[in-house]
Nanobody, 121 residues
């Protein structure tokens, strides 16, 4: 099984920055994709950014130019550097990964517990 733990959330003023980190642990064999999703009150969970094992990245239009996703394969971590934060970025941010473990057959999708990001004006 694979566990994902997020960190780095908090309260910031508009225009500020935060860096979210997600650490994957457990019986990891491989990770094909890692990404960040967010869910604001009353809204559906949406993709913020993702990165494949090959380094290909995808961003939501609303965060392009402001957020940067990166990964460290050796440490099985993924980070989201958020700059020029806006009040509309306020949400619970979730780490997500498609991974295969040593003791399971096939690839499964895993979610972290989420970390709150609040941007005040």
């Amino acid at each position: 099984q694979v566990q994902l733990v997020e960190s780095g959330g908090g309260l910031v003023q508009a225009g500020g920055s935060l860096r979210l980190s997600c650490a994957a642990s457990g019986s990891i064999f491989s990770i094909s994709t890692m990404g960040w999703y967010r869910q604001a009150p009353g809204k559906e969970r949406e993709l913020v950014a993702l990165i494949t094992s090959g380094g290909t990245t995808t961003y939501a239009d609303s965060v392009k130019g402001r957020f940067t996703i990166s990964k460290d394969n050796a440490e099985n971590t993924v980070s989201l550097q958020m700059t020029n934060l806006k009040p509309e970025d306020t949400a619970v941010y979730y780490c997500n990964a498609d991974a295969t473990s040593w003791y399971e057959i096939g690839e499964y999708n895993y979610w972290g517990q989420g970390t709150q990001v609040t941007v005040s004006s």
